[in-house]
């Protein structure tokens, strides 16, 4: 294994913010973002938030969206294919003790709702693959699963609401990894944002898009268009070619400008190379043979291809596919809560293993 420095552009998170209901919106949020106290669930406590479709989303969260001046730091934390937030809440807030910063992180989590959940007529409703993906919900007043993020991070950014707020990380594994690395391609909202850092940390995802039609050969090292694809791999949700609804509003060219000037950290186990959950999909099976080896090929895809991009990996050794155990790790804290547990870190050691991968 080889341990090298690497530029990190290490953040603390990403969060979110509602106005309270009557309130209006701030300058520039997608829609009007309005917010409700539900009540809470033992160490999870919840807020259902009012989208600009009309449809309410339950959110667990530590702070009140109605905005505090204590927090400084933040995180949007987006659920697995499980969609169950509580476990990725708790998962964080337990990292977040650990690193001493939760008086002053605020960590949010999202779900995002499917058939088998059983959503309410109010609430927005996606597939199992849609969300993942920003594609639109189903039935009327449903917004893709990117504009509600947008949403979130713009009323977020409100300093009205959250004025000593300076860095905002949006983070997922697994699925919730696919939905943040493809967010911080196409996630529109970002770029209208002011005074607050924004990052994406990408945890163990089953799959990357990538930004034009090659791919990596068995080493993982050298990269050509297949020749012998027996699909459309290029295709959304793996490359930029058939793209609708919201992830079609930029062009391919504005998409690799979002995406390589944006702070990205791929965060991957060092030994997550079981089939179990693992996208199968011919354009899924061209990026790499498990979760480990698709990591370290497209993060050496972006390096020569994109090589000024602020992107870095850290490998946690010795980590599968748990996202207790990559967030709680020694490594990945400095890439959520900073060098210190507070501070945005200049660098911390990155990570790549040889071809276990």
């Known amino acids: 294994m080889i341990w090298k420095s690497g530029r990190l552009a290490v953040v603390a998170v990403a969060s979110v913010l509602f106005a309270l209901t009557g309130c209006s919106a701030p300058n520039g949020v997608v829609g009007s973002a309005q917010m409700a106290l539900s009540k809470g669930k033992g160490s999870a406590p919840q807020e259902t938030i009012r989208l600009s479709s009309g449809k309410k989303l339950t959110i667990n969260r530590n702070f009140p969206f109605a905005g505090s001046s204590k927090v400084t730091d933040a995180l949007i934390v987006i659920h697995g294919a499980g969609r169950n937030p509580v476990s990725t809440y708790t998962g964080m807030m337990t990292a977040a003790s650990k690193a001493g910063v939760s ?15 059983n ?24 917004l893709s699963s990117y504009a509600v993020m947008d949403e979130l991070v713009l009323t977020m950014a409100d300093k009205s609401r959250f004025p000593n707020l300076k860095r905002l990380t949006i983070v997922g594994h697994s699925a919730g990894g696919q939905f943040t690395q493809r967010y911080a391609a196409f ?15 990408v945890g163990n995802p089953s799959s990357y898009v990538y930004m034009d039609p090659i791919r990596p050969d068995a080493s993982g090292k050298k990269f050509a268009a297949p020749s012998n694809a027996s699909c459309k791999y290029n295709e959304y949700k793996y490359g930029l070619d058939g793209r609708t609804g919201y992830v079609a509003k930029l062009s391919k060219e504005q998409v690799v400008q979002n995406y390589t000037s944006r702070r990205v950290t791929y965060l991957n186990g060092g030994v997550d190379v079981l089939k179990k959950e693992l996208d199968m999909d ?76």
């Open 282 to 357: 011919c354009g899924a099976m061209l990026e790499g043979k498990n979760r480990l080896a698709r990591g370290a090929a497209y993060y050496t895809y972006i390096h020569s291809k994109y090589p000024n991009a602020p992107h870095n990996r850290i490998v946690v050794p010795d980590v599968g596919h748990d996202h207790y155990a990559l967030f709680e790790s020694p490594l990945a804290k400095s890439v959520l809560f900073g060098g210190d547990g507070g501070d945005l870190a200049d660098s911390v050691l990155s990570h790549s293993s040889s071809l276990a991968e």
């Open 187 to 201: 996630g529109l909202a970002p770029n209208k944002v002011k005074g607050v850092s924004i990052n994406y940390v």
């Open 119 to 142: 959503p309410g007529s109010n609430e927005p409703e996606w597939t199992n693959d849609s969300w993942k993906s920003g594609e639109a919900g189903t039935g009327s007043g449903s």
């Open 103 to 117: 008086g002053h992180t605020m960590v949010l989590a999202p779900k995002f709702k499917i058939a088998e959940d």
